[in-house]
T-cell receptor
Framework: EPEVTQTPSHQVTQMGQEVILRCVPI?????FYWYRQILGQKVEFLVS????????KSEIFDDQFSVERPDGSNFTLKIRSTKLEDSAMYFC??????????FGDGTRLSIL | GEDVEQSLFLSVREGDSSVINCTYT??????LYWYKQEPGAGLQLLTY?????DMKQDQRLTVLLNKKDKHLSLRIADTQTGDSAIYFC?????????FGKGTRLHILP
């Protein structure tokens, strides 16, 4: 069964550094999403993306965050200047129109 | 409120049925979901139900939906040690999924 894949599985970064989290959505999906889960808390929506544009974003997704689909297969989340509170598990998801979202295994981001 | 609510903990004896309950908020949600998360792992889509259905059964899993009360439940028959995990109830809302805080299912021997 096709899967959403995310790399790396664990990223350790110094505070203030830029980080890029990568995702390869399921190949025939057109809708892409990022969520995050701070340790011990619930999963929170960050952003949705369709047709090379952001469809919706949450309050968490401020100017430090950006998303991009640089080619036909990758979907990336960039955090420009990381803060300690950005430490979390970041999940990518993808879906077809009107269909359930399928999630990757996540990238654990640790900010030192 | 705007939250998806579910109890935080459930303990069940191995072999018994587990029932995890959830209330959601948006009556226009298209899908209601159950995701499973094992320690240190990602989110596994366990099952989902379309909002115009009342019940969905998939092997040991039974999902019941009461739209009037905005209540969703997940029943796991013959609970096994491998079912030990956090179970997230979630609803689709516009372009996103809104998750509950998760119910930690603990299996007693």
């Amino acid at each position: 069964e096709p899967e959403v894949t995310q790399t790396p599985s664990h990223q350790v970064t110094q505070m203030g550094q830029e980080v890029i989290l990568r995702c390869v959505p399921i190949s025939n999906h057109l809708y892409f999403y990022w969520y995050r889960q701070i340790l011990g808390q619930k999963v929170e929506f960050l952003v949705s993306f369709y047709n090379n544009e952001i469809s919706e974003k949450s309050e968490i997704f401020d100017d430090q965050f950006s998303v991009e689909r640089p080619d036909g297969s990758n979907f990336t989340l960039k955090i420009r200047s990381t803060k300690l509170e950005d430490s979390a598990m970041y999940f990518c998801a993808s879906s077809k129109l009107g269909q359930p979202q399928h999630f990757g295994d996540g990238t654990r981001l640790s900010i030192l | 409120g705007e939250d998806v609510e579910q109890s935080l903990f459930l303990s069940v004896r191995e072999g018994d049925s587990s029932v995890i309950n959830c209330t959601y908020t948006d009556s226009s949600s298209t899908y209601l979901y159950w995701y499973k998360q094992e320690p240190g792992a990602g989110l596994q889509l366990l099952t989902y139900i379309f909002s115009n259905m009342d019940m969905k059964q998939d092997q040991r899993l039974t999902v019941l939906l009461n739209k009037k009360d905005k209540h969703l439940s997940l029943r796991i028959a013959d609970t096994q040690t491998g079912d030990s995990a956090i179970y997230f109830c979630a609803e689709s809302r516009d372009d996103k999924i809104i998750f509950g805080k998760g119910t930690r299912l603990h299996i007693l021997p």
